[in-house]
């Protein structure tokens, strides 16, 4: 895993910019992506300056250093991620060109698929999670690239007629070109869903290059032409899968699963570097463990956190599965104390504002694992890709006896309900039903805070898939379309944000086998009811995980990766928070209207309501805000 990042500087603009100095800034503010090497590359004529920090995991010496040059001299690249396929590519490529490799990494590969094949052939043939920026000498071309799913982060924008891009905004920042102007629209998302969704970003003008896509930007003769072209897509995948379901038995398409899953682990265990797996004990790491144990001959090294507040502790679980399947187990049980001394640093994880607050033992999890490891395995994606989440149960049965009551009078409810001695999870349902539509009823479901426009000041809500309710096919169902858009949008700007920020500030590699566009492929063949079987989600990873750990060992209520949150800031971050939304400030800085934010927090503090959740994404804005001054 790397950072990269880099600049382009408009030929007609006056300034004169010291690239050597910003360029070591830019390499500065990702050493934690990539501590083991760095370097750059520029353009004098075209001034095109391509930065990278590497965290070698493949091929560990000199020879897989960034940027790297193709073999014909055409080609300079600075890549992030791995291309677990890479070795199979170079025997194709190899078919095809006379090429003496210089190296064993991945890198190279990638230089030869795109000198032999070009752009698109190269993506679509990759097996892999990436971020790419190459630069074509010949026909002055900067192409960037990002993953099908979006393991992997790329920024990108144009700054005062510089282009800026890279891994994390921190880099696009120390560019001095770099206009720092809040998006207040995307301020509005991040209060809804507390992360900001693709293809936005907390500042104006600078973007979340879309998962599945590449941008060519042409340099040619001052042109600045940009295309953005989709080589593979979720949707697609999704309309295809519902097109040609699976024909087979349930036991067919269980076994053609775990055949896809097994290829896709073995993918991922290749590295030069100690690789190891997160494990909960739930459903999906336990999966994801147990295969990779079933294809090593030693030991997988596994890591686990517990809490002391056995409310919120699975560490238990974990620790009797990796018993069960013989692995290096370690844990370590952490307390109120060492969870709240994270908190400071976030802002500085995450490169703009990020309020789920799994971060928090994401990060300790991270710390823990890298003292033993560089790469770990995760079974994130099992609940959007097999039918996991609760709402995909309950969702559509509230919306069945919901679209009964006529809108108007759904609407005067939710108007007034906070006002009635009802139970809070009753006042969230019957706030949602303000929703005219299903998809919209699912949203404000998600949703922390349903009307965030007004909440920000001189905002207005960008659209997002949750809000588009002519996106889904015909031949799919409610169902269908909430797994659909949770993949799309939740998993990844919120659990892949996570989990990269938190991995990465401790020079982790994170890899995410259920991810693997395979799985997805196949994933979507599979008819609802096989995902979802009588009330009980993911049923064929159940399947598969049964033939390695007893269902006794698994089959508990699911307490996730969450902490105390109210508590917390009733108790040791009441001080905290309350500096960070007092009136007055809110007043001067003029984001938020502060009669509201105020009239939620003295509820919370009242214990009239658990507003956790609503205050966290304004308390991380707030926390981040004060970072950036």
């Known amino acids: 895993m790397c950072g990269i990042a880099g ?171 770099f206009n720092a102007e809040i998006n207040r629209d995307a301020l509005c998302l991040l209060l809804r869903h507390n992360y900001i969704p693709a293809p936005h970003s907390i500042y104006k003008d600078i973007h979340k290059l879309p998962p599945g896509h590449y941008l060519n930007i042409d340099f040619l003769d001052g042109a600045k032409k940009e295309a953005l072209h989709e080589y593979w897509s979720y949707q697609t995948a999704v309309q295809k899968g519902l097109a040609d379901p699976f024909s087979g038995t349930p036991d067919m398409a269980v076994q053609h699963l775990e055949s896809l899953i097994t290829q896709s682990i073995n993918g991922q265990l290749i590295s030069d570097v100690p690789l190891g797996a997160f494990l909960s004990g739930g459903i999906d ?63 500085k994880i995450y490169c703009e504002p990020f309020a789920d607050s799994s971060q928090l033992p994401t990060f300790l999890v991270s710390k823990m694992a890298r003292q033993h490891v560089t790469v770990a395995l995760s079974g994130d994606a099992g609940d959007e890709l097999f039918g996991g989440y609760t709402p995909y149960k309950f969702t559509p049965k509230y919306w069945k006896y919901a679209r009964n009551i006529p809108l108007p009078v759904r609407k005067l409810a939710s108007n007034y309900i906070y006002h009635l001695p009802v139970n809070p999870k009753v006042a969230k349902l019957i706030e949602c039903m303000e929703a005219s539509s299903p998809q919209l009823f699912y949203r404000n479901i998600i949703s922390h805070w349903i009307h965030p426009e007004g909440l920000v000041k001189s905002s207005s809500e960008p659209s997002t898939l949750f809000s588009e309710s002519l996106t889904f096919p015909e031949n799919g169902n409610f169902v269908d379309w909430m797994m659909s858009v949770d993949a799309q949008v939740y998993m990844t700007d919120d659990i892949l944000v996570k989990v990269d920020r938190a991995a990465m500030y401790n020079s982790l590699e994170t890899r995410v086998p259920l991810l693997d566009h395979r799985v997805i492929e196949f994933a979507w063949q599979l008819p609802t009811t096989l995902k979802i079987n009588n009330g009980v989600g993911k049923w064929p990873l159940r399947e598969i995980l049964y033939k390695r750990v007893p269902k006794s060992m698994i089959e508990r209520p699911k307490k996730g990766f969450s902490v105390p949150l109210a508590a917390w800031l009733r108790g040791p971050l009441r001080d905290w928070a309350e500096d960070l939304i007092c009136y007055q400030r809110l007043e001067d800085e003029g984001f938020f209207n502060s009669s509201i934010v105020r009239r939620c927090w003295d509820a919370h503090l009242r214990c009239e309501a658990d507003h956790s959740r609503k205050l966290w994404s304004i308390l991380m804005f707030q926390a981040w805000l004060d970072n950036q001054k």
Not at 9 to 27: E, G, H, K, Q, R
Not at 323 to 342: C, W
Request: proline residues 3%; contains cysteine; aromatic residues 10%.
């Open 7 to 177: 600049f382009f500087i408009s030929p007609d603009i006056n300034a004169t910019y010291d690239v050597s100095t910003i360029s070591s800034d830019m390499l500065k503010s990702l050493r934690r992506r990539g501590p083991n090497d760095s370097g750059t590359y520029y353009d004098e004529k075209y001034k095109v300056a391509l930065c990278h920090t590497r965290l070698a995991i493949v091929d560990l010496t000199d020879a897989g250093h960034q940027p790297m040059q193709s073999y014909n001299g055409r080609y300079v690249i600075v890549f992030n991620g791995e291309i677990y396929n890479h070795l199979e590519l170079r025997g194709l490529v190899q078919e095809d060109t006379d090429i003496v490799w210089q190296s064993h990494s991945d890198t190279e590969t990638l230089l030869a698929c795109f000198s032999t094949w070009g752009i698109e052939k190269t993506l679509k043939s990759c097996v892999g999670m990436f971020a790419i920026a190459l630069w074509d000498k010949e026909k002055k071309i900067l192409t960037l690239a990002r993953d099908r799913v979006g393991e992997k982060p790329l920024y990108w924008g144009w700054q005062n007629d510089v282009l800026l891009f890279g891994s994390e905004l921190k880099a696009l920042k120390k560019h001095p070109a």
């Open 285 to 347: 790491s336990s999966l994801i463990v147990s295969i990779m144990q079933s294809l090593s001959s030693t030991p997988v090294k596994t890591f686990s956190i517990g809490f002391n507040d056995k409310q919120y502790d699975e560490a238990l679980f974990a620790l009797e599965v990796a018993k069960h399947l013989g692995t290096e187990h370690t844990e370590m049980y952490v307390n109120d104390s060492d969870i709240l001394d994270v908190i400071p640093l976030l802002p």
